[in-house]
Nanobody, 121 residues
Framework: VQLQASGGGLVQAGGSLRLSCAASSRTLRTSTMGWFRQAPGKEREFVAAISWRGSTYHADSVKGRFTISRDNAKSTVLLQMNSLKPEDTAVYYC????????????????WGQGTQVTVSR
């Protein structure tokens, strides 16, 4: 399973970014896809997840600002990030968990490379 994350960059506080994670169509049909992030000196934390059935779950810290979705036609999972804050600065990772809907990073079997998101004040 290969996951390819993209879309990171530098943005001012209050701005928006959209992250994409390319995966195979089979992976999207059989996996929960999640986004995690890790800031310097901090542990990796859960951001959002979408199940193979389309159910979504967002961490409280991003609820109302970030939205996870899936584009089946393009075999991608998207993370729309609005109203970005400096504390959102981190490396963002997409991951896939087989047949389980969870926010626990240990349950995710496959990880993409990270994409850096930097939010300036």
């Amino acid at each position: 399973v290969q996951l390819q994350a993209s879309g990171g960059g530098l943005v001012q506080a209050g701005g928006s970014l959209r992250l994409s994670c390319a995966a195979s169509s089979r992976t999207l049909r059989t996996s929960t896809m999640g986004w995690f992030r890790q800031a310097p000196g901090k542990e990796r934390e859960f951001v959002a997840a979408i199940s193979w059935r389309g159910s979504t779950y967002h961490a409280d810290s991003v609820k109302g600002r970030f939205t996870i979705s899936r584009d089946n036609a393009k075999s991608t999972v998207l993370l729309q990030m609005n109203s970005l804050k400096p504390e959102d600065t981190a490396v963002y990772y997409c991951a896939a968990a087989s047949l389980t809907f969870t926010s626990t990073s240990a349950a995710y079997d496959y990880w993409g490379q990270g994409t850096q998101v930097t939010v300036s004040r």
